[in-house]
């Protein structure tokens, strides 16, 4: 039953979003961390995101029951009942407000608060209805960074705002990849996705579209938070070839393929760029 429970909380989400979180955290802090304090901010990002995925179970599975990749989720199964369910993520989400309440600051208790309700409501909602679903969703993947900014800084400016603007528009490759190669399963949860509404061939246009505006929010970074020449020459070169092999797909013979070759590569971007980002914080990389 702990398992079930763990796996409710979707705990790769968390890993993934955890990554950009530490950056952010990095940057802010300009060599002078406190461990403690990233471990009081990831602790508490961590619970809030893992009490808008359970919400976001809650809400979906409808949806989960008529995709291949979730109709074994616990909710969607009735393994775990919807009340239980609402409490978990209720409790969750309090303690992890509480967490960051007493150990960061209120800028950054905000931005949880608008990471939840974005992910829970705007986007529980518009993923539905519209094909800028992913942009709406895109909003609340784009705030952990900020809040492991803020956490730090307890302000925003253009660093903070450009961070925020680079998971943007990193999220929108990455999530087109997905929907691309997973066409068929949103397709049939009736979810309109871009791949199933205007086709793979404007898909890939978008994604070619979205990767050079990742580029320029990430070099951008360079000017913003003076993360200094081999930061800029690392973002401009992962660009590139995330840009080429996006391109490439104009003349894949098997999308499905190609698309998940995307997936593996846009995750491989953000992590080597949140790398450099958390060295960029030190002197001695600036």
Same mark, same amino acid.
């Given at each position: 039953?702990?398992?079930?429970?763990?796996?409710?909380?979707?705990?790769?989400?968390?890993?993934?979003?955890?990554?950009?979180?530490?950056?952010?955290?990095?940057?802010?802090?300009?060599?002078?961390?406190?461990?403690?304090?990233?471990?009081?901010?990831? %602790?508490?990002?961590?619970?809030?995101?893992?009490?808008?995925?359970?919400?976001?179970?809650?809400?979906?599975?409808?949806?989960?029951?008529?995709?291949?990749?979730?109709?074994?989720?616990?909710?969607?199964?009735?393994?775990?009942?919807?009340?239980?369910? @609402?409490?978990?993520?209720?409790?969750?989400?309090?303690?992890?407000?509480?967490?960051?309440?007493?150990?960061?600051?209120?800028?950054?208790?905000?931005?949880?608060?608008?990471? @939840?309700?974005? =992910?829970?409501?705007? =986007?529980? =909602?518009?993923?539905?209805?519209?094909?800028? #679903?992913?942009?709406?969703?895109?909003?609340?993947?784009?705030?952990?960074?900020? !809040?492991?900014?803020?956490?730090?800084?307890?302000?925003?400016?253009?660093?903070?705002?450009?961070?925020?603007?680079? %998971?943007?528009?990193?999220?929108?490759?990455?999530?087109? !990849?997905? !929907?691309?190669?997973?066409?068929?399963?949103?397709?049939?949860?009736?979810?309109?996705?871009?791949?199933?509404?205007?086709?793979?061939?404007?898909?890939?246009?978008?994604?070619?579209? =979205?990767?050079?505006?990742?580029?320029?929010?990430?070099?951008?970074?360079?000017?913003?938070?003076?993360?200094?020449? %081999?930061?800029?020459?690392?973002?401009?070169?992962?660009?590139?070839?995330?840009?080429?092999?996006?391109?490439?797909?104009?003349?894949?013979?098997?999308?499905?393929?190609?698309?998940?070759?995307?997936? #593996?590569?846009? @995750?491989?971007? @953000?992590?080597?760029?949140?790398?450099?980002?958390?060295?960029? #914080?030190?002197?001695?990389?600036?």
């Amino acid at each position: 039953m702990f398992r079930t429970y763990y796996q409710l909380t979707k705990p790769g989400i968390i890993r993934g979003n955890a990554v950009p979180a530490i950056a952010g955290f990095f940057l802010a802090s300009r060599g002078n961390v406190s461990y403690r304090l990233l471990l009081e901010t990831l %602790l508490g990002i961590s619970l809030v995101i893992a009490s808008a995925c359970v919400y976001n179970n809650y809400i979906d599975r409808d949806i989960d029951k008529r995709m291949a990749r979730t109709k074994n989720r616990a909710l969607a199964t009735g393994a775990i009942s919807k009340r239980s369910a @609402l409490t978990y993520a209720t409790v969750l989400g309090l303690v992890g407000f509480i967490v960051l309440a007493a150990y960061t600051n209120w800028l950054t208790v905000i931005g949880g608060i608008i990471g @939840l309700f974005f =992910y829970v409501v705007v =986007y529980g =909602y518009a993923k539905r209805k519209s094909v800028h #679903g992913t942009l709406v969703g895109s909003i609340s993947g784009a705030m952990p960074p900020v !809040a492991g900014y803020i956490a730090v800084s307890d302000h925003l400016n253009a660093s903070a705002i450009t961070l925020f603007l680079i %998971l943007v528009f990193w999220q929108m490759p990455h999530f087109y !990849a997905i !929907a691309t190669y997973r066409r068929n399963d949103y397709k049939a949860a009736g979810l309109p996705v871009l791949p199933v509404v205007k086709g793979v061939s404007i898909a890939k246009r978008d994604i070619l579209l =979205y990767i050079l505006a990742f580029g320029v929010a990430a070099v951008s970074l360079t000017f913003f938070a003076h993360t200094g020449p %081999l930061y800029f020459v690392m973002a401009v070169g992962l660009t590139l070839f995330w840009f080429i092999s996006g391109f490439h797909g104009f003349g894949a013979n098997d999308d499905n393929s190609w698309a998940r070759k995307m997936f #593996g590569i846009s @995750l491989l971007v @953000l992590l080597v760029l949140c790398v450099f980002i958390s060295l960029s #914080g030190f002197a001695a990389f600036r």
